[in-house]
T-cell receptor, first 105, second 113 residues
Framework: QKEVEQNSGPLSVPEGAIASLNCTYS??????FFWYRQYSGKSPELIMS????GDKEDGRFTAQLNKASQYVSLLIRDSQPSDSATYLC?????FGAGTRLTVKP | GAGVSQSPRYKVAKRGQDVALRCDPI?????LFWYQQALGQGPEFLTY????????KSGLPSDRFFAERPEGSVSTLKIQRTQQEDSAVYLC???????????FGQGTRLTVV
C-alpha cells in the first residue's frame, strides 16, 4: 500500500460545477496535509494546507480533513477551465499519484 | 533569489555518463527534498535533508544515486552511470520545517540516450 493514495482519474466536470478530489494516507502520526496543483510541464504549486480536523476554506477552494478516517479532500467550487490541471495530495513529504482534472467550458 | 532554483533546466546524458543536478533552496529553509517525476506520475520521494543531515534516503532507487548538502544550503543530486530508466524530471523542494509548506524549483529534465 502506498503512503498516499489518490484516485488517478481523470475527472471531468462542466464549468461552474463542484470538483471533488480525494486522498487517503497511511501514517496516523501525520500532522500536516497539503494540496498542490500542477499544470502540464510545470512544477507543483501549493494551493492549500490543512492541519486540523474539519474544513478550511480559501476562496473557491475548501480542504477537508478527517484524521480518524485518514482522509483529506479538496473541493473546488465554481470550477473554471483554468482549474484544469493535476491535483496532488502530499503528506509528510510523500505525494499521491495525482488526479487529473478537466473543466469543460 | 526568492524561490527555489535548480540547474540545469535540461540535461541530455549518454548512457553510462555521470550527472550532477543542483538545487539552491529558499534562504533559511531547513528542509530540502528531492523527487523524481516520470510522465503522468506524481513526484516520487528520493531523499530528505534537515540542514546538512540526510535524514531519509529511503527513496533513492539504487546505489548509483547520491545526494549531499554539505553546508546545509545548496544540494546536489548525483547519478552515476546513468541508465535510460533514469530519464525523468528531478524536482527539488524546500520548506522552513519538515512538515511545513514546501516550495518547488522548476525541475531538471534529464534525458538519457
Amino acid at each position: 500500500q502506498k503512503e498516499v493514495e489518490q484516485n488517478s482519474g481523470p475527472l471531468s466536470v462542466p464549468e461552474g460545477a463542484i470538483a471533488s478530489l480525494n486522498c487517503t494516507y497511511s501514517d496516523r502520526g501525520s500532522q500536516s496535509f497539503f494540496w498542490y496543483r500542477q499544470y502540464s510541464g510545470k512544477s507543483p504549486e501549493l494551493i492549500m494546507s490543512i492541519y486540523s480536523n474539519g474544513d478550511k476554506e480559501d476562496g473557491r477552494f475548501t480542504a477537508q480533513l478527517n484524521k480518524a478516517s485518514q482522509y483529506v479532500s479538496l473541493l473546488i467550487r465554481d470550477s473554471q477551465p483554468s482549474d484544469s490541471a493535476t491535483y496532488l495530495c502530499a503528506v509528510l513529504g510523500r505525494f499521491g499519484a495525482g488526479t487529473r482534472l478537466t473543466v469543460k467550458p | 533569489g526568492a524561490g527555489v532554483s535548480q540547474s540545469p533546466r535540461y540535461k541530455v546524458a549518454k548512457r553510462g555518463q555521470d550527472v550532477a543536478l543542483r538545487c539552491d533552496p529558499i534562504s533559511g529553509h531547513v528542509s530540502l527534498f528531492w523527487y523524481q517525476q516520470a510522465l503522468g506520475q506524481g513526484p516520487e520521494f528520493l531523499t530528505y535533508f534537515q540542514n546538512e543531515a540526510q535524514l531519509d534516503k529511503s527513496g533513492l532507487p539504487s546505489d548509483r544515486f547520491f545526494a549531499e548538502r554539505p553546508e546545509g544550503s545548496v544540494s546536489t543530486l548525483k547519478i552515476q552511470r546513468t541508465q535510460q530508466e533514469d530519464s525523468a524530471v528531478y524536482l527539488c523542494a524546500s520548506s522552513l520545517v519538515q512538515e511545513g509548506e514546501a516550495f518547488f524549483g522548476q525541475g531538471t529534465r534529464l534525458t538519457v540516450v
